[in-house]
């Protein structure tokens, strides 16, 4: 039975893809279908340039919407990067952070995946923040090891600032490769770190897996108790699969 303090969650990641026309076809087939996906809160983040579109087209339709990333900094001259209060004057409630690909091509540190996160609160958003090991690290058996040194600066954030916030697993080696992590491998990860949530105080923290999560594999990994639903990448370019694994 789904804890009712860990609604189910699942939440697109467009990455760097969409135009208008585009979008406002993809976002017009998720209106029309999320009223029958009550049980799961769904929502998209997109890139920047797209808010506002996706605030005009999704405000009152129940889908949730917010970015890809978040500046640490609140203001200033900090060229190409977006403030929080940026993201919430478009109404964002969700952005990612330390997603693998910002942690790999852009260097965030451990230190400044907390600082986003802990600026993302700071204005009222609540931020997805990305874990997950690389194939390498899998095959050293360093996972759990890689997860914890992850979390660790998110976590000595406090309870209060946990409580608020989303964790998602996502191994970098199932990241858009068509790989998955089994159900079994996924949930040993999610209830380590379920562990840590529970021993600060914050055991009802929503914990997503990502990684090549498509309608016909959603259900077999929500089936898992510590796992609370996904973010997708891929998947959540197409309309009717990102509702299937909502409706999963
Ligand atoms: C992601 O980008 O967060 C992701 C999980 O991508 P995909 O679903 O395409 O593997």
Known sequence: MVNPSRKRLVIGNWKMHGDTAFNSELLAGLRAGVADVPHCDVAVCVPFPYLYQVCSLLEGSGLGWGAQDVSEHEKG??????????????????VLVGHSERRTYHGESDATVASKASAALASGL??????????????????????????????ALGRDAVARMVIAYEPVWAIGTGRTATPEQAQDVHALIRAKLKAIGAPD??????????????????????????????????ASEFLSIAAA
């Open 77 to 94: 001259a900090y060229t190409g990067e977006v403030a929080a209060n940026m993201l919430t004057d478009f109404q964002c409630q969700w």
């Open 126 to 155: 609540t931020p997805v923040v990305c874990v997950g090991e690389t194939l390498e690290q899998q095959e050293a058996g360093q996972t759990a090891a890689i997860i914890e040194r992850q979390l660790a600066m998110v976590l």
């Open 205 to 238: 923290v929503r914990i997503l897996y990502g990684g090549s999560v498509k309608a016909s594999n959603a259900a077999s990994l929500f089936a898992m108790p510590d796992i609370d639903g996904a973010l997708v990448g891929g998947a959540s370019l197409v």
